[in-house]
């Protein structure tokens, strides 16, 4: 048992009543890492491994209300957002940004579902890209939200290369594209760190249970970030653990659908050893052309 004080994150979220994603899985994810977590819950849904069946979503003033409640308090040394459902939540949660009251803060824009229906109107993107990017440490849009944001479809690495220095542009300073939808033996994700792209490569886990990929990833840097890591090692970190997720809940059979990853069945041993082996490659020379990749964001 240990007496030291953790460190704190905060989760802007929805609420998963299936427990795979959204808070649930970000609150799993801080525990799991060593982070004492808190939240402000945007919206109440009612969701299984098969799909979403209501949405109640909080107003926007109670949002804030939640966060100024936290941050005053607790004041979390790093921040990540998720569903934030509307326009007005987007520009209070980036207005909170703009005062300095989100550390380290993580934007994972949950705009695309799981079966490329669109969330959001196309005014609430715009107001992720315009309001919320350029206060962000890292942002971590999937392939098909990444898609939506640069306006364009993403079939190759070089494809989400592009992208990421792209949303690079909006000011925040690190871009994390993921590519899970890419297909193929690897799962590749993309770092921009506004001067080059990294590309992170593990061997794709073949499995269904995929629901909260993203909340855990993204929840994941935010508590490497609490810990005190770089951006560039708490992507890495993230990705290695949400890799020993998703092995650990390969074969489970949660439900008739989609099922959780097992984020917390191994908690003492990532909080001792995070590391998975991850090949990292400077897209310079594995995946683009110099002129493409080193040139500054």
Wanted: aromatic letters at 2%; glycine letters at 8%; hydrophobic letters at 45%.
């Amino acid at each position: 048992m240990s007496n030291v004080t953790p460190p704190v994150a905060l989760t802007i979220a929805g609420s998963d009543s299936g427990g795979a994603a959204g808070i649930q899985a970000d609150l799993r994810a801080f525990a799991a890492l060593g982070v004492y977590g808190t939240t402000a819950v945007t919206a109440v849904t009612a969701q299984n491994t098969v799909g979403v069946q209501d949405v109640h979503v909080i107003p926007a003033e109670h949002v804030d209300a939640q966060i100024g409640s936290v941050v005053t308090d607790l004041r979390p040394s790093a921040v990540k957002t998720g569903m934030l459902a509307t326009e007005a939540t987007i520009a209070a949660v980036a207005a909170r940004a703009r005062r300095g009251d989100l550390a380290n803060l993580v934007v994972d824009p949950v705009m695309v579902a799981s079966t490329g229906h669109r969330l959001l109107d196309r005014q609430a993107e715009r107001a992720y890209v315009e309001r919320l990017f350029p206060h962000a440490l890292v942002v971590t849009p999937n392939l098909r939200e990444a898609a939506v944001l640069v306006g364009r479809e993403l079939r190759t690495v070089e494809d989400m290369v592009s992208a990421a220095r792209q949303l690079a542009e909006t000011g925040a300073r690190h871009v994390v594209v993921k590519g899970g939808h890419l297909g193929g033996s690897s799962a590749v994700d993309v770092i921009w760190t506004g001067t080059k792209a990294t590309v992170l490569s593990v061997p794709r886990v073949e499995t269904a249970n995929v629901h909260g990929t993203g909340c855990t990833l993204s929840a994941a840097v935010a508590a490497h970030l609490a810990l005190g890591n770089s951006p560039v090692e708490a992507i890495e970190r993230a990705k290695a653990f949400l890799t020993k997720a998703l092995r650990g809940a390969a074969a489970w059979t949660l439900g008739s659908g989609q099922g959780p990853v097992d984020t917390l069945a191994w908690a003492a041993e990532v909080v001792d050893d995070p590391h998975v082996e991850v090949q990292t490659a400077d897209s310079r020379t594995d995946t683009c052309s110099r002129a493409s990749c080193d040139r500054p964001g």
